[in-house]
């Protein structure tokens, strides 16, 4: 085990229990393994390293530099004193004039350490004025021009002795937080897109660092012409922007080998029989991807679509209640398991006939091509659907009549956002419980 690994098992222990000032569901430590990967990222030797994982270590918990030294070394502990405020009984303003006036005269190495604990904070400040509009200093006991102050004043001393690109990065984020406008958005605009950027950034820290193996997989459900094809390739855009592998599973690859592959005499099987294969191929495709390396998994028409042409064929009267009852308790486990968020788009029936019709091709003759047009009219689609959104532990429904595909990928994007970060944050605290529980 490396220096660096060592000091990061350490810091989670240490700081186990304690939690984030303006983000209290999130663990404290989540800062100071941030800290360490930053250092990581730009080319730091492993005492660098290790020292960022624990630079919060004397100031925020029992152990003491000496503690540090004597487990790590005398030049980790020096490296962790650089980042220790020394008099934490003075002000605000006279703990961080002290702090300036320190950095002046560091080493590299040092002042690296400092600088990515600063990068951290003033990262943590951006995604909550991005999602919440505004940063609560109250939480700092100072101001924003005394914060604004302090980070310009470090960013001012730590340029005179870091040549590394990690310096502009400390420079573009101050930028971000105290500098930047948008005045050719409305304000409506500006607020919703930093909100959506906020989770986006936020979701890119807790993925870095939790390193998930199972992607996160998000099902498009809805009606013809809802725009959610539309909406599944701005997300690809999106989380691909947010350094997410991602990958897209359409409808047609599991439809094409139910047609070719399972069932090449129609006859021969019973509609249950048929749906169940669709649902078959499905999950295999899910499956396979599963153990792939992708982040995200965006899926159309999955587990629950199947779910919702079963209810219609309970409903018409094709298959029966036990049949349906059979198909639920199967498939129902799969569904919470496989899928973690299901998106549900739905529009009305005269929408659906005048986007047909808008692309070029009769409402008539899209019926004819469409071999499940029946049951997948509309109105018949909605109520069934309507009708299952209670199963779902995970979901949000989007009614697009009305709306452009920009808008409904908005209203899906602020929906779906918090729920995935939740889900991001319940998998970091159990990463660091292993890590704790580790022998």
Known sequence: MTLSERALNFAIRAHNGQKRKCE????????????????????????????????????????TIDDIARIFGGEVASLVMTATEADSSLSWKERKTQQIKAVANLPERNAAVVCADKIANIEDLRIEKRKNGEIDYNNFHCTEDEQRWFFKSMYKELSKIIDNPMIDRLYNSISDVFDYSADFLDDYDFERMSRISGYQEDLMKLKAIIGETKPYIIEFAGTSKSGKSSIVKIFKDFFENAEFKVRVLEEVPSMKRYKEDFIRNKASVSTVEKNLLISSAIEEDLMHDIVGDKDVLLVENSLFDTLVLFKILLDNGSISVEEFDNYVNYY???????????????????????????????????????????????????????????????????????????????????????????????KLKKYLDDRVNEK
Do not use: W
């Open 24 to 63: 209290p569901d999130k663990p404290y430590v989540i800062h100071s393994i941030l800290v360490g990967m930053i250092l990581k990222k730009y080319g730091y030797d492993d005492a660098v390293v290790a020292s960022g994982f624990l630079h919060d270590v004397v100031e925020q918990t029992e152990y």
């Open 332 to 426: 129902k486990e799969d569904l919470d398991t496989l899928i973690n968020h299901v998106v549900i788009c739905y529009t009305s029936p005269e929408m659906v006939r005048e986007r047909i019709i808008r692309s070029t091709i009769s409402y008539s003759d899209y019926l004819k091509s469409n071999e499940l047009s029946t049951i997948y009219e509309p109105m018949v689609y909605n109520e069934a659907m309507k009708n299952l959104e209670s199963l779902l532990i995970s979901s949000s429904v989007v009614d697009t009549t009305k709306l452009t595909i920009k808008e409904s990928s908005l209203i899906v994007a602020e929906k779906l956002l918090p729920v995935m970060r939740k889900e991001y944050v319940l």
